[in-house]
C-alpha cells in the first residue's frame, strides 16, 4: 500500500539551571576596648513585577491543511482517466468553490473521523464523489445518504433504515459505518486505491479482479486492466483527480472555500423529541439547513421528525440550548401547521390551548405582542386533529421532477402562496416524498 508517514511533532523542552555563588570571609576577633560598629544598611532595590506573557492561542489550521498532510497520491500526470476527471470537476471554477463551501459542515465532520482513525486523506473525498456531500435521499431500495450505502450493507453494519428514521443519512453515524468498511478493505488489500475500487465494486468483485497477483506489484496501468466495470474504474479516477486538485487548486485554475467560511456541527442530544420546524425557529436558522444536516429526522412519513438528536452550527446549537431551558418538554414534538381564521393575538391563542404566550412566540420566532392577521400560518401545539383544521386545505407529495412553479401552477394557485403556507423560499430544496400544504384558491 502507497502509505505516507506523518511526522509526529514532539515539544523540546530547554531547562536552564541558575547557580547563584556566594562568598563569605571568616569574623575578625573583636577585643573588649573595641566598640561595635553599626550596622552598615544598604539599600536593595525593589525588582519591578513581571507580568508574565498571555500565551497565545494557536490559530486553527486550515481543514485543507489537515487533508493535503493526510493524502497519499502526489503524481497527477501520469493517468490520462485521472486527468480527464480534474478537467470535468474544474470546468465551472465557481461552482466547484460552491460546492465545498456548502460540503464545508459535513466534510468537517468526516475528515475529524479520517484522522481519528488515521486513513488516507482521499478518504475524505469519497462522499464528494459519490453524492457532492449532499444528505440524498434512497429511491426505493436504492442507496441513500452521502456516502451512497445500499440498504443491506447499511443494515448489516448496525445502521437503522426505515421511513420514519434513516441512519444512513446521519452524519456521524454514517461516515464511522462507512470509514469502518474503508478500512477493512484498506488493511485487506494493502492498497488505498483497491480500498476504493472495493467500495464501490464490492470486495469479492475485486478479489476475484486480482486473482493471483499482489496488490503492491500492481502499477497504475495494470490496476486500469483489472476485470471491473467502467463505472468502478471512473469511480476511483475521479477519486483520483479530487486528490490532485486539492493538493494543487491553482494548476487547476480554482480557489477554495477560505477558512472565514466554515461551519463547525456539533451534535445536540435533546432533552425530548423536538418538531424540526420548531427547532429550526428555536435555533434561528434556516429550515433547509437544519434538514440538511439532519436529513436522518425527514424521511417520508414524517418530513418535520420528530428528532432526539439534532447536529446543528455552534451558533445555533447554543440558541436552542438557551431556548429550551424556557419551553416545557411536553410541548416539543407534537405541532402542527395552522391557517389564521379570524385575525387574533398569540395571547388569546395561548390562552385557548393552555400554552404560554412566550412558548409560542418562541416556537414561531415572532414578537409575544405582534398581531396576527388572516390567512397567516402558524405552528401549534398539538396534533392535527386538536385543531380547527381548514377543511380547504389538501396535501401534494413531491414527486422526482417536481418544481414549486409546476406544483402552483397544477393547483391554480400563486408561487407566492405556495412558498408562505409551506415556510419555503424560491431557492428551497425539493425532497422526495415531502408533503406540501396547498390551500383552495381565494376567488
Known amino acids: 500500500m502507497i502509505r505516507k508517514d506523518f511526522p509526529t511533532w514532539r515539544p523540546i523542552v530547554a531547562s536552564t539551571v541558575l547557580i547563584l555563588a556566594s562568598a563569605c570571609s571568616a569574623p575578625q576577633p573583636r577585643t573588649d576596648h ?107 431500495r436504492g442507496p441513500a445518504g452521502m456516502w451512497q450505502l445500499i440498504e443491506r450493507t447499511a443494515v448489516d453494519q448496525g445502521l437503522s433504515v426505515s421511513p420514519n428514521y434513516d441512519e444512513r443519512l446521519d452524519a456521524l453515524a454514517s461516515t464511522v459505518v462507512a470509514l469502518r468498511l474503508l478500512e477493512r478493505y484498506d488493511r485487506q488489500f494493502a492498497d488505498w486505491r483497491l480500498a476504493d475500487l472495493a467500495f464501490n465494486a464490492g470486495e469479492f468483485r475485486v478479489k476475484r479482479a486480482l486473482g493471483n497477483r499482489r496488490p503492491k506489484d500492481l502499477d497504475s496501468q495494470q490496476l486500469a486492466k483489472l476485470a471491473l466495470s467502467p463505472v468502478s474504474h471512473q469511480h476511483l479516477a475521479r477519486l483520483m483527480a479530487l486528490a490532485c486538485i486539492i493538493s494543487d487548486p491553482q494548476r487547476f485554475s480554482v480557489s477554495l472555500p477560505i477558512v472565514e467560511d466554515y461551519v463547525a456541527l456539533e451534535e445536540l442530544q435533546l432533552p425530548s423529541a423536538i418538531d424540526l420546524r420548531v427547532a429550526a425557529n428555536l435555533a434561528e436558522m434556516p429550515m433547509d439547513d437544519l434538514l440538511r444536516f439532519n436529513a436522518a429526522w425527514s424521511g417520508q412519513r414524517h418530513p418535520h421528525g420528530p428528532a432526539t438528536k439534532l447536529w446543528l452550527p455552534t451558533q445555533n446549537a447554543d440558541q436552542l440550548k438557551v431556548a429550551l431551558e424556557n419551553i416545557p418538554i411536553d410541548k416539543l414534538s407534537d405541532w402542527h401547521r395552522h391557517t389564521i381564521d379570524t385575525p387574533t393575538t398569540l395571547d388569546a391563542i395561548g390562552k385557548r390551548l393552555n400554552v ?54 397544477r393547483y391554480g394557485i400563486r408561487l407566492r402562496d405556495l412558498l408562505r403556507w409551506n415556510a419555503l423560499t424560491a431557492k428551497s430544496i425539493l425532497r422526495t416524498g415531502t408533503p406540501l400544504q396547498i390551500h383552495a384558491p381565494t376567488l
Open 34 to 140: 573595641q566598640t561595635p560598629s553599626k550596622p552598615k544598611v544598604v539599600s536593595i532595590p525593589i525588582p519591578a513585577v513581571i507580568k508574565p506573557v498571555p500565551s497565545e492561542v494557536p490559530a486553527p489550521v486550515s481543514p485543507w491543511l489537515r487533508l493535503r498532510d493526510r493524502l497519499v497520491m502526489h503524481d497527477c500526470n501520469d493517468n490520462p482517466a485521472v486527468l480527464k476527471e480534474t478537467r470535468r470537476y474544474t470546468r465551472h471554477p465557481h461552482r466547484f468553490n460552491e460546492n465545498w463551501r456548502k460540503a464545508m459542515p459535513l466534510f468537517l465532520v468526516v475528515l475529524d473521523q479520517v484522522e481519528r482513525h488515521d486513513l488516507p486523506g482521499e478518504f475524505a473525498l469519497l462522499p464528494y464523489v459519490e453524492s457532492h456531500y449532499r444528505q440524498l435521499p434512497a429511491k426505493g
Open 356 to 409: 404560554t404566550t412566550a412558548t409560542l412566540a418562541r416556537a414561531n420566532r415572532l414578537d409575544s405582542d405582534r398581531a396576527l392577521h388572516t390567512g397567516e400560518l402558524l405552528l401549534l401545539p398539538g396534533r392535527d386533529k386538536a385543531a380547527n383544521v381548514d377543511k380547504s386545505v389538501q396535501t401534494h407529495t413531491i414527486r422526482r421532477g417536481d418544481t414549486l412553479s409546476a406544483i402552483a401552477h
